[in-house]
């Protein structure tokens, strides 16, 4: 991808960031979202770090996402999440067929739902691109773009940045849109899958949103 095309894919992720409002939840809870939603209070294991900060938080999410370890994902949530706020199922059924794709999507996210998608909602696209992202380096300056991934005639990377006065932390990964036969890559198709996390008490993150640009 020529500098110019990821220069004017920032200017267009950098733009929703600013238009996207933040959203409160509206829906009642049942009993089991209620207990979901509280910020777990036990003690770490050594797999997960005390935390200080949002970035440390950060790592956490990317040790249990890498794991698969939906107990403590659900603690970046508040269930249940209301679907006309996020394009949640939007993403997690971007790659099904479409006569898998559902006619219509449920008004919420649940935990239930976290459990069964959690692997097509946090992908491995997402979870490669997270991985390479050098917190302390993006706490330090409120930015970082990670170094490209290839796979399968495709690149991607992740653009991740902290909007303090939101309090809003945003991790984009953006695909290329292909490559042509000399292997260069083109412009034409580029997009990206933006995650919002809401920061709060600049220590802990919770799901906000997903929207797509390009």
Request: proline content about 2%.
């Amino acid at each position: 991808m020529k500098n110019t095309n990821r220069n004017t894919l920032s200017i267009i992720i950098a733009g929703v960031v600013l238009l996207s409002a933040c959203t409160n939840d509206k829906a009642k809870t049942k009993d089991a979202d209620v207990r979901a939603d509280t910020h777990s209070k036990t003690s770490d294991t050594s797999e997960y770090g005390v935390v200080n900060n949002w970035a440390d938080d950060l790592k956490n999410l990317r040790t249990a996402i890498s794991q698969g370890d939906v107990p403590k994902m659900k603690n970046y949530f508040r269930f249940p999440v209301v679907a006309d706020t996020t394009q949640v199922w939007e993403a997690i059924y971007s790659n099904a067929d479409e006569s898998k794709r559902p006619q219509t999507f449920p008004n919420t996210f649940t935990y239930a739902d976290l459990e069964k998608h959690y692997g097509k909602l946090f992908d491995s696209a997402f979870i490669k691109s997270l991985q390479k992202v050098k917190s302390e380096k993006l706490f330090q300056k409120g930015e970082y773009t990670t170094p490209k991934i290839k796979e399968n005639n495709q690149s991607y990377y992740m653009i991740a940045n902290y909007d303090k006065a939101a309090n809003m932390l945003q991790l984009s990964v953006t695909f290329s849109g292909g490559a042509e036969e000399n292997g260069e890559e083109v412009s034409e198709g580029e997009y990206a899958i933006l995650y919002f996390f809401k920061v709060e008490e600049n220590k802990h993150l919770k799901f906000d949103k997903i929207l797509f640009a390009g």
